[in-house]
């Protein structure tokens, strides 16, 4: 992927003049790389450069890391705004530090963060302005006032659509279907509305030093407005973290009915995801929450 010139242009749009010394693709494919950079004045930044339909992407991302950012609350990697060239994006962030490792106190004072986030007080709707992606996975945000409505029709119900097309066998899609019918026994139709990072699963959540204390950073958003515990649910799918982030978020914030449906549907929605991205490995696991739910 040719890329200097979209980055030269973000560094000048974002007012850095200082030239590039050296630069190192860190990850990435053919249509997005993520590029080490060293300044001529010896700084770092990091680029991502995306193209082709993974441009709006990144656009997507650098608007969700300011709406996260806007709320004072969390540690949100600095950055400008994505620019736009010739089908490519380009997006500037800070070169973040990280550490070996978080300590209970780290992830409780992450906890008290993103709760004070969550608790943020928003309109009573639910969606975003735009749409975005989870992963490379249309997310369509379409607003609603009903939390159960938005999630059959633009979180469930839209995965279960794509996994019908994809022919997935019914042994997996008809389970979910009778969970969508039943959304309003696992779900509240009117949670308190929160500004969601919408992706926070173990990857997008690093432990890091800067400017000399340990912090924990959120990257790689798709955000939008929804019940707090949807951000819970993705952190605790693949892992999660200890016991001290738990207690520290739960004594801070309000919420606590039906929490152990909440959280299956919200991962319901995350490996149905993982199954149209990735195949049917994730098929029994998909089949298994549904299950579980549908038992309840």
């Known amino acids: ?38 300044l001529s004045d010896g700084s770092g930044r990091v680029a991502k450069v995306a193209s082709g339909p ?14 996260l950012r806007a709320t004072g609350h969390l540690f949100v990697v600095d950055h400008e705004p994505a620019v736009v060239l010739d089908g490519q994006a380009c997006l500037i962030m800070e070169r973040l530090e990280p550490a070996e490792s978080a300590s209970d106190q780290d992830w409780g004072l992450y906890a008290e963060e993103l709760a004070a986030h969550h608790m943020s007080p928003h309109p009573e709707r639910y969606g975003w302005d735009r749409d975005n992606y989870i992963g490379a996975s249309e997310q369509p945000n379409t607003w609603s006032t009903d939390w159960v409505e938005f999630n059959a029709k633009y979180r469930l119900g839209f995965q279960l659509r794509l996994a019908k097309d994809g022919r997935v066998n019914a042994s997996i899609t008809d389970p979910v279907e009778r969970v969508i019918e ?26 890091t ?21 949807a951000d819970i649910a993705m952190l605790t799918l693949f892992g999660g973290p200890p016991k001290a982030f738990h207690d520290a978020y739960e004594q801070r914030i309000e919420d606590h009915e039906q929490i152990p449906q909440r959280i299956l549907v919200y991962q319901l929605y995350h490996m149905l995801n993982h199954l149209n991205l990735f195949g049917g490995g994730y098929a029994s696991s998909v089949s298994g929450i549904a299950q579980r739910l549908l038992s309840m």
Do not use: K
């Open 209 to 229: 030093t800067h400017e000399g204390l340990a912090r924990i950073a959120v990257i790689d958003p798709a955000v939008y407005i929804g019940d707090a515990w």
């Open 182 to 207: 039943r959304l309003d026994d696992f779900i509240p139709r009117h949670p308190r509305p929160a500004l969601l990072h919408g992706d926070l699963w173990s990857g997008n959540v690093l432990p």
């Open 54 to 67: 993974d441009a709006d992407r990144l656009v997507a991302e650098a608007e969700g890391l300011s709406a």
């Open 1 to 38: 992927m040719p890329s200097e010139p979209i980055i030269q242009q973000a560094l000048e749009q974002a007012g850095i003049t200082q030239g590039i010394e050296r630069q190192r693709v860190i990850a990435g494919g053919a249509s997005q790389q993520i590029i080490d950079l060293t």
